[in-house]
């Protein structure tokens, strides 16, 4: 690795260090530490909740997909823009309206019980370390490649850096970082972007045309079927992607950062916008990789792709851009994490030990150390099973988390706003349910079975032939949610009404009444 590269790294790593302590000079409340007190604007949360969407798997994982697969890499770029639609409409505003710090928040402004609040917390906590696992490997896969060091040091690197930024800067270091991570990640596709149409011309249609014969697929790369052969699949993860976006738990716990409903709903449109740009310009990245690096060089610096922007950068820009794009790429991670990292600990310190142990009764300055215990929990935890998953093909976690946020959380967001006849065991039904049913469907795929030994964890066939379960665990959660709710006899319509008045306007009864 280059003097150039280092400085890239330890550039963008010094500001984020200097982000954080700013940040905890604004840190001393629970407010504070889970919601930056509210105090973001819709801008500068569109670009946090951008930043916190665009994980190395978005940069990283895409551009190398549409480089090997052309249209079926795509896919995943259709997906989780098409999601924000799903966030902007039905969860944004009722979400930000009803909930204060987290998930089981919202939920339980209508079913007020230490059960529902736990079911919630366990989902949350759940999805986390999937997605945290995922990011962890992914860490110290890129940067044992870029800076040459073991495996176990650069998990250990990006654990120890994560944990900094959330416990001495909480939510409003992790928004700063994500905001800083989000406009260099922007800069850089677009520098890329622009070097690759150069290339071609400033033609889209010639990079069309030219993309047609520039692989050994020929005119099948600009169509779909080269990856995913099997409708249900494709349909089935785009299932997860499209609904699942909309119950992640470090996504939902953004909308608390802002000061009402309509800032809310702003920043998703500004979020909307700017990951939409970016999704545009994976294109660009990928047809650049394909041409300019080719497939043999892409696969032999990472057997999924992973490498294909930062070879791509360096075909085209030298060790300059390769060092600017891998570092990015690294404030990606460290970005992302700190955000998962953030919304594990709230489920732990505040639902769980706040809520129910506590049963409400804490002080600020137990909240606050509750937060950091919990945050230095979650980390631990994260790094241990990373650690020792090295050598697990564990890409398909990240559309796990997906499948287990669309099956769990989603159906009892949108019954607890929308239906009046919902009730307590109607959302711990549903919860329950959507999340056992894409673990255990996930556990028997051929993501886990494969006849073939290294295709996938163990060697065996699959009991579920979906490799991304949403298309059966998504309708078994909302399933069950109804089938819950009509067996149990509870029905509080008075509460119904209280909660849609708010979700609605942001004024609670008690406020009129007072």
């Given at each position: 690795m280059s003097i150039v590269a280092v400085s890239f790294f330890v550039g963008i790593v010094s500001l984020t260090l200097v982000i954080t302590w700013w940040a905890s000079k604004r840190t001393s409340s629970a407010s504070d530490f889970y919601t930056a007190g509210?105090?973001?604007?819709?801008?500068?949360?569109?670009?946090?909740?951008?930043?916190?969407?665009?994980?190395?798997?978005?940069?990283?994982?895409?551009?190398?997909?549409?480089?090997?697969?052309?249209?079926?890499?795509?896919?995943?770029s259709i997906g989780y823009l098409v999601a924000y639609l799903v966030?902007?409409?039905?969860?944004?505003?009722?979400?930000?309206?009803?909930?204060?710090?987290?998930?089981?928040?919202?939920?339980?402004?209508?079913?007020?019980?230490?059960?529902?609040?736990?079911?919630?917390?366990?989902?949350?906590?759940?999805?986390?370390?999937?997605?945290?696992?995922?990011?962890?490997?992914?860490?110290?896969?890129?940067?044992?490649?870029?800076?040459?060091?073991?495996?176990?040091?650069?998990?250990?690197?990006?654990?120890?850096?994560?944990?900094?930024?959330?416990?001495?800067?909480?939510?409003?270091?992790?928004s700063w970082v994500q905001i800083v991570k989000a406009c260099l990640l922007m800069l850089g596709t677009v520098i890329i972007s622009f070097l690759v149409l150069k290339e071609f011309g400033f033609s889209i249609s010639q990079m069309f045309t030219e993309m047609s014969t520039a692989t050994e697929h020929g005119e099948a790369y600009l169509n779909p079927g080269l990856r995913y052969t099997d409708g249900l699949d494709t349909i089935s993860m785009m299932i997860a992607l499209v609904l699942g976006t909309a119950g992640l738990p470090h996504i939902l716990m953004r909308f608390f950062t802002?000061?009402?409903?309509?800032?809310?709903?702003?920043?998703?449109?500004?979020?909307?916008?700017?990951?939409?740009?970016?999704?545009?310009?994976?294109?660009?990245?990928?047809?650049?990789?394909a041409a300019f690096v080719g497939t043999e060089k892409i696969l032999a610096a990472n057997p999924a792709g992973n490498m294909a922007a930062p070879l791509l950068a360096e075909a085209l820009g030298g060790d300059i851009l390769m060092s600017f794009v891998s570092a990015v790429a690294f404030a990606t991670i460290l970005a992302v994490v700190a955000g998962l990292v953030l919304s594990g600990a709230s489920a732990l310190s505040h639902d769980i030990?706040?809520?129910?142990?506590?049963?409400?009764?804490?002080?600020?300055?137990?909240?606050?150390?509750?937060?950091?215990?919990?945050?230095?929990?979650?980390?631990?935890?994260?790094?241990?099973?990373?650690?020792?998953?090295?050598t697990l093909n564990v890409a398909f976690l990240v559309s796990l988390a997906f499948c287990i946020a669309g099956s769990a959380n989603l159906p009892v967001i949108?019954?607890?706003?929308?239906?009046?006849?919902?009730?307590?065991?109607?959302?711990?039904?549903?919860?329950?349910?959507?999340?056992?049913?894409?673990?255990?469907?996930?556990?028997?795929?051929?993501?886990?079975?494969?006849?073939?030994?290294?295709?996938?964890?163990?060697?065996?066939?699959?009991?579920?032939?979906?490799?991304?379960?949403?298309?059966?665990?998504?309708?078994?959660?909302?399933i069950a949610g109804i089938i819950g709710t009509l067996l149990s006899k509870e029905n509080d319509e008075k509460k119904y009404r209280e909660v849609n008045v708010k979700a609605t306007t942001g004024i609670s009864v008690q406020d009129v009444s007072h």
């Open positions: 509210g105090g973001l604007t819709g801008w500068q949360n569109g670009l946090a909740i951008a930043g916190d969407y665009l994980s190395a798997a978005s940069f990283l994982g895409i551009a190398g997909a549409v480089a090997l697969f052309g249209f079926d890499g795509f896919f995943f966030v902007l409409y039905i969860v944004a505003e009722p979400l930000r309206n009803l909930g204060k710090f987290t998930l089981a928040d919202m939920i339980t402004a209508r079913f007020n019980t230490a059960k529902v609040r736990g079911t919630a917390a366990l989902s949350t906590i759940t999805i986390v370390l999937f997605y945290m696992i995922a990011q962890l490997v992914g860490a110290g896969a890129l940067i044992q490649l870029l800076l040459g060091i073991d495996y176990w040091i650069a998990v250990l690197l990006v654990g120890f850096m994560m944990t900094i930024y959330v416990l001495f800067g909480g939510m409003t270091a992790t802002v000061k009402d409903a309509k800032t809310a709903r702003s920043s998703v449109i500004w979020a909307t916008w700017i990951v939409g740009l970016f999704y545009v310009l994976t294109i660009f990245l990928g047809f650049g990789a030990y706040g809520q129910i142990i506590k049963k409400g009764k804490v002080s600020e300055k137990e909240q606050v150390l509750a937060a950091r215990i919990g945050s230095i929990t979650i980390a631990v935890i994260s790094i241990v099973l990373a650690l020792g998953a090295q949108i019954y607890t706003i929308y239906w009046k006849r919902f009730n307590t065991t109607g959302a711990i039904s549903a919860m329950l349910t959507g999340l056992i049913s894409a673990l255990i469907l996930v556990s028997v795929s051929p993501n886990v079975w494969n006849p073939v030994e290294g295709k996938a964890i163990f060697v065996g066939e699959p009991l579920f032939m979906l490799s991304n379960p949403a298309l059966v665990s998504v309708p078994l959660g909302f």
